[in-house]
């Protein structure tokens, strides 16, 4: 069993900027990619970014060049920096590892309002 578990997340006005973390424990000989997803209500779940085990990285084009994900193998930690933040980046963000099957989170909400 793998158990994921998510933080940082918050209520930050537009412009502004959030950091969210997210760490694997338990029964992991070897996490292929890690990432987020994030929903927003009345929305279906949407990938924002990933990160492969080799370090490669793919994200939503609406966070292109304002958020970055990053990864801690040692750790088996998977962090996304969110800069310029937009109202549109509100969602429950929602933490994802992949072993060899997907494990989640439970989600961490980010609010984005003046």
């Known amino acids: 069993q793998v158990h994921v578990v998510e933080s940082g997340g918050g209520s930050v006005q537009p412009g502004g900027s959030l950091r969210l973390s997210c760490a694997a424990s338990?029964?992991?000989?070897?996490?292929?990619?890690m990432g987020w997803y994030r929903q927003a209500p009345g929305k279906e779940r949407e990938l924002v970014a990933g990160?492969?085990?080799?370090?490669?990285?793919n994200y939503a084009d609406s966070v292109k060049g304002r958020f970055t994900i990053s990864r801690d193998g040692a750790k088996n930690t998977v962090y996304l920096q969110m800069n310029s933040l937009k109202p549109e980046d509100t969602a429950v963000y929602y933490c994802?590892?992949?072993?060899?099957?997907?494990?989640w989170g439970q989600g961490t909400q980010v609010t984005v309002s003046s």
């Open positions: 994802y590892v992949q072993v060899l099957r997907y494990y």
């Open positions: 338990g029964s992991i000989l070897s996490i292929n990619a």
């Open positions: 990160i492969s085990s080799g370090g490669s990285t």
